[in-house]
């Protein structure tokens, strides 16, 4: 299903919106698009506290690191976990937008889960100011995830989104510009990743790393059964508790989508309890249009068949899922001073 566009290029400015995600950290530059896509993670030299890479790079040093260096992910469950090294992330991205020069005066939107507390909304907010913005302002995810998606949010009737991030599925059903209902729940691609590692360990009894774990998720992972994940093998290499020595295991699809049951049925209840709170006036609505699926999870094979058998209606996933909440923040500063209304706090000058 495809949406239409809603974005105009040909304007240039400073201003960025910026998805701050637990898994990866997208960036959008107003009259240029979406021009960073890069991993969450930071390293730092723990002797001189100095970033040493960030984003990719950063993340191919996990797990592969000497003892004076650290590999941070800043983000944890759509939070920052880690205030310093968010900054940081942060610095590098916005001078790599701006050719290394440190630049301050900017307009900044960031999209953040519908369920965090106000102390957590400001640490956000101190965050991008600590690395250069000027004015800040937050967006709830599922709302800027709609806008990204190109579905008709400003209209008078039900639409339903579920953006399924890497720490956080956020389910919301919006109209008039703002959600109607919302729900965020802190189980989305981490917990599925984590069940696989843990899966490996108790069935295989082989450790593996976050890495693989992900890699297993994305090659032969699915949510629900059909006839091209039935057959699906993967080798897996990994540590072997009982010998205590490298070990290869061949792993099949159906026994990885058993694994992720438990997370997977969290996912499905939200949207549930989320579809039986709906106005009437808005479950018609909700019937005809389906659910759109956004976020990295969303591309997990057999998701929106899943969706769809749990609960009766039509479910498309967005055109590109992983971009939809940072096109949003790119389409809000595109229309700013006629969508300020979507903003979760006030604006924040410095």
């Known amino acids: 299903m495809k949406f239409p566009s809603f974005f105009n290029l040909g304007r240039t400015s400073r201003d960025i919106g910026i998805d701050l995600g ?27 506290k100095q970033p040493l890479a960030v984003g990719e790079e950063a993340k191919q040093m996990v797990g592969r690191t000497p003892g004076r260096i650290t590999t941070i992910r800043p983000l944890r469950d759509g939070v920052i976990a880690d205030f310093e090294a968010t900054e940081m992330m942060l610095k590098h991205f916005i001078r790599q937008v701006h050719g290394g020069r440190a630049v301050g005066g900017l307009r900044v939107v960031v999209g953040i889960p519908s369920g965090v ?17 000027r004015e ?18 400003n209209e008078p009737t039900g639409s339903m989104i579920v953006d399924i991030g890497g720490g956080t599925t956020e389910v919301a059903v919006l109209s008039l510009g703002g959600a109607v209902i919302s729900e965020s729940v802190r189980v989305a691609g981490d917990e599925l990743t984590e069940s696989i590692t843990q899966y490996m360990k108790k069935v295989h009894n082989l450790v593996i790393g976050d890495r693989t774990a992900e890699d297993i998720k994305i090659r032969i992972g699915s949510a629900y059964p059909t006839n091209d994940n039935n057959g699906a093998t993967m080798e897996v290499r990994g540590l072997h508790l009982l010998s205590g020595l490298p070990r290869t295991v061949l792993v099949k699809g159906p026994e990885i989508r058993e694994s992720m049951t438990e997370p997977l049925s969290s996912i499905v209840e939200a949207v549930k309890r989320t579809l039986e709170r709906i106005p009437p006036e808005l479950a018609g609505d909700i019937v005809d249009r389906g659910i759109v699926l956004a976020g990295g999870g969303a591309l997990l094979n057999g998701l929106d068949k899943l969706v769809s058998h749990e609960t009766g209606i039509v479910v498309h996933i967005a055109e590109d899922p992983l971009s939809c909440v940072v096109l949003g923040t790119g389409r809000i500063l595109e229309n700013y001073d006629k969508l300020t209304r979507v903003f979760s706090s006030g604006t924040v000058n410095v």
């Open 117 to 133: 507390t106000g102390v957590e909304r400001r640490a956000v907010t101190d965050a991008a100011t600590q690395a250069g913005a």
């Open 22 to 48: 637990t898994a990866n950290v997208l960036v959008y530059v107003l009259g240029r698009g979406v021009v960073i896509r890069e991993p969450s993670v930071v390293a730092i030299d723990q002797e001189t």
């Open 136 to 153: 800040v302002q937050l967006v709830d995810e599922p709302v800027a995830a709609a806008y990204g998606a190109g579905m008709p949010v």
